[in-house]
């Protein structure tokens, strides 16, 4: 199926520094997601878009769904050691969600 | 809410014997999913049901691979026999409707 590409693979930042990553895809998506893994436990939905253009936040987290429908960024503002983990993307049309390969982020305190 | 519950949360077993691996969705939830995640492919949908029933499993692997959902707070993948290129992480998740997929914990699958 048609893969999405999630940049950047990993990231080294200073506590208190901002953060962005990006998605995107070939295909149109009707929805567009931001999970974070931690180790050793399942992905965890941090931000859901809906509509193309559509800009959500959640606390310090801020997600764009791009007007192409075909990309998404994440950004984390002010950055905390907690933060640390896998983020991934995910596009979903209908019930088909395909996921980036993760952006790994390290917080160095 | 418990959240998506997935048993046992980590199986070791030896070539040619048969894996189960069960799930329990978020109550009220519609949709169940599972993913196999490895190193090599990430995320990988491997199957879905809507209101218990298979909706698209095109992403199983192989015949070895069967899943089952006999009602709405059950769910079940199995392997039989496995082999160990089938060792992964295995997750379940669910929703409702077409909303954001809620994952479970995984169950973490070595097969020697």
């Known amino acids: 199926g048609q893969q999405l590409n999630q940049s950047p693979q990993s990231m080294f930042i200073q506590e208190g520094e901002d953060v962005s990553m990006n998605c995107t895809s070939s295909s149109i998506f009707n929805t567009w997601l931001w999970y974070k893994q931690d180790p050793g436990e399942g992905p965890v939905l941090l931000i859901a878009l809906y509509k193309a253009g559509e800009l959500t936040s959640n606390g310090r987290l801020t997600a764009q769904f791009g007007i192409t429908r075909k990309d998404s960024f994440l950004n984390i503002s002010a950055s905390i050691p907690s933060d640390v983990g896998i983020y991934f993307c995910?596009?979903?049309?209908?019930?088909?969600?395909?996921f980036g390969a993760g952006t790994r982020l390290t917080v160095k305190p | 809410d418990a959240g998506v519950i997935q048993s046992p949360r980590h199986e070791v077993t030896e070539m040619g014997q048969e894996v189960t691996l069960r799930c329990k969705p978020i109550?009220?939830?519609?949709?169940l999913f599972w993913y196999r995640q490895t190193m090599m492919r990430g995320l990988e949908l491997l199957i879905y049901f809507n209101n218990n029933v298979p909706i698209d499993d095109s992403g199983m692997p192989e015949d070895r691979f069967s899943a089952k959902m006999p009602n709405a707070s059950f769910s079940t993948l199995k392997i039989q026999p496995s082999e160990p290129r089938d060792s992964a992480v295995y997750f379940c998740?669910?929703?409702f409707g077409s909303g954001g997929q809620y994952f479970g914990p995984g169950t973490r699958l070595t097969v020697l």
């Open positions: 998740a669910s929703s």
């Open positions: 995910a596009g979903q049309r209908n019930n088909d969600m395909r």
């Open positions: 109550s009220g939830h519609d949709y």
